[in-house]
Nanobody, 120 residues
Framework: QVQVAESGGGLVQPGGSLRLSCAAS????????MGWYRQAPGTQRELVAV???????NYADFVKGRFTISRDNAKNTVYLQMSSLQPEDTAVYYC??????????????WGQGTQVTVSS
């Protein structure tokens, strides 16, 4: 089994910063793809940023230049550094990790989500 857990959400004023963390634990061989998504009330979940095992990144246009995705391979952890936050960034942020487990099995797991609220 693989568990995924996010942390780091909270309330921040417009223009502020937050760093989200997402850690995977369990019988993991390698994490191939790490992604952050978000979902605001009444909307569909949308991609925020993706980081693959070969170091490629992909960002949604609405976060380019403000958010940075990074990883700590040794800890199977992915981070999302968010700056210049705006009220429209308010959402539940989810982490998605895809990779391989021992014995040749794969995994594609979501975290439980962490609330980010940007408000004065």
């Amino acid at each position: 089994q693989v568990q995924v857990a996010e942390s780091g959400g909270g309330l921040v004023q417009p223009g502020g910063s937050l760093r989200l963390s997402c850690a995977a634990s369990g019988s993991i061989n390698k994490v191939h793809r790490m992604g952050w998504y978000r979902q605001a009330p009444g909307t569909q979940r949308e991609l925020v940023a993706v980081l693959t095992s070969d170091g490629r990144t992909n960002y949604a246009d609405f976060v380019k230049g403000r958010f940075t995705i990074s990883r700590d391979n040794a800890k199977n952890t992915v981070y999302l550094q968010m700056s210049s936050l705006q009220p429209e960034d308010t959402a539940v942020y989810y982490c998605n990790l895809q990779g391989s487990r021992r014995l040749g099995l794969s995994f594609d797991n979501w975290g439980q989500g962490t609330q980010v609220t940007v408000s004065s």
